[in-house]
T-cell receptor, first 112, second 114 residues
Framework: QKEVEQNSGPLSVPEGAIASLNCTYSDRGSQSFFWYRQYSGKSPELIMSIYSNGDKEDGRFTAQLNKASQYVSLLIRDSQPSDSATYLC????????????FGKGTSLLVTP | EAQVTQNPRYLITVTGKKLTVTCSQN?????MSWYRQDPGLGLRQIYYSMNVEVTDKGDVPEGYKVSRKEKRNFPLILESPSPNQTSLYFC?????????????FGPGTRLTVL
């Protein structure tokens, strides 16, 4: 069973705070993990990818991966109102060719 | 400009009337895919294509058809649309099968089937 789980939120954080978004996955064979951002009414856009255990930083974004515990997280430092969006975790399915499985997304609201 | 385009962007139709949603990319990408997005269900993959003439089912292929006769185009065909196919549809492409995850999405097509 392919499952990617996220808390739907909404997650509300004040401007300037750290937003922490979490994702768990069921397929232990998964090797790559992705975070997409989707603004309301718009298409998803890739913001982070991570392949190895540990942290990967890109500007204000940090992705964290723990394969033993089967979770991946996204930290957004110095959150801005423009970060308000839905964040989608995506994990390739290992048993179905090249299908990409998305979580249902976490809605983030950054309040001024 | 590198992009994925979809047409139409909005469509209201009636049950049983065949329709096609076009998808085109100008980035010479090998991998293309169709998703539908529904409230509470998230993004679900309908079909994907690894290259010309190579297509495969995703998680929710029932009621849909696709074809990949040219590298740039990947149309989604609904032979006999039903109300449960009312959804927001996204086409996506990726440079090659090994990097299929880093997908570029089109702007979306909002379909309503009455």
């Amino acid at each position: 069973q392919k499952e990617v789980e996220q808390n739907s939120g909404p997650l509300s954080v004040p401007e300037g705070a750290i937003a922490s978004l979490n994702c768990t996955y069921s397929d232990r064979g998964s090797q790559s993990f992705f975070w997409y951002r989707q603004y309301s009414g718009k298409s998803p856009e890739l913001i982070m990818s991570i392949y190895s255990n540990g942290d990967k930083e890109d500007g204000r974004f940090t992705a964290q991966l723990n394969k033993a515990s089967q979770y991946v997280s996204l930290l957004i430092r110095d959150s801005q109102p423009s970060d308000s969006a839905t964040y989608l975790c995506a994990v390739p399915g290992t048993n179905s060719g090249y299908a990409l499985n998305f979580g249902k997304g976490t809605s983030l609201l950054v309040t001024p | 400009e590198a992009q994925v385009t979809q047409n139409p962007r909005y469509l209201i139709t009636v049950t049983g009337k065949k329709l096609t949603v076009t998808c085109s990319q100008n980035m010479n990408h090998e991998y293309m895919s169709w998703y539908r997005q529904d409230p509470g269900l998230g993004l679900r993959q309908i079909y994907y294509s690894m290259n010309v003439e190579v297509t495969d089912k995703g998680d929710v292929p029932e009621g849909y058809k696709v074809s990949r006769k040219e590298k740039r185009n990947f149309p989604l065909i609904l032979e006999s649309p039903s109300p449960n196919q009312t959804s927001l549809y996204f086409c996506a492409s990726s440079p090659d099968p090994l990097s299929y995850n880093e997908q570029f999405f089109g702007p979306g097509t909002r379909l309503t089937v009455l």
